[in-house]
C-alpha cells in the first residue's frame, strides 16, 4: 500500500521539483514567492495530476498478470502449505 502511494506522491510532485530546478538554473532562489504565482502553481498541480493518473493508470494496464486459480493457504499433512496460483 506505501508503494502505491509513494509512486503516486513522487509523479504529482515531479513537476514541483522540475519547476524549482528550472528557476534555480536560471541562478534565481526557486522559493522566493515571486515565481510560485497562482498561474504557474495550478498548472503544475494539473500537471502533477496527470502524471500521477496517467502513472497510475500505466502501471495498471503494464502490470504482470498471473494466470490459474489462487489455492489458498491449507493444511497438508500437518503442515500449513501457503497459497499458491495454479
Same mark, same amino acid.
Given at each position: 500500500?506505501?508503494?502505491?502511494?509513494?509512486?503516486?506522491?513522487?509523479?504529482?510532485?515531479?513537476?514541483?521539483?522540475?519547476?524549482?530546478?528550472?528557476?534555480?538554473?536560471?541562478?534565481?532562489?526557486?522559493?522566493?514567492?515571486?515565481?510560485?504565482?497562482?498561474?504557474?502553481?495550478?498548472?503544475?498541480?494539473? @500537471?502533477?495530476?496527470?502524471?500521477?493518473?496517467?502513472?497510475?493508470?500505466?502501471?495498471?494496464? !503494464?502490470?504482470?498478470?498471473?494466470?490459474? @486459480?489462487?489455492?489458498?493457504?491449507?493444511?497438508?499433512?500437518?503442515? !500449513? @502449505?501457503?497459497?499458491?496460483?495454479?
Amino acid at each position: 500500500m506505501w508503494r502505491v502511494l509513494l509512486e503516486a506522491a513522487l509523479l504529482f510532485g515531479a513537476p514541483f521539483a522540475a519547476y524549482a530546478a528550472y528557476v534555480a538554473l536560471r541562478r534565481r532562489y526557486p522559493f522566493a514567492v515571486d515565481y510560485w504565482t497562482r498561474g504557474a502553481v495550478s498548472n503544475l498541480v494539473l @500537471a502533477g495530476l496527470a502524471a500521477a493518473v496517467g502513472g497510475a493508470l500505466l502501471l495498471g494496464v !503494464l502490470a504482470p498478470r498471473r494466470q490459474g @486459480a489462487y489455492v489458498p493457504a491449507h493444511i497438508e499433512n500437518g503442515q !500449513l @502449505a501457503p497459497g499458491r496460483l495454479d
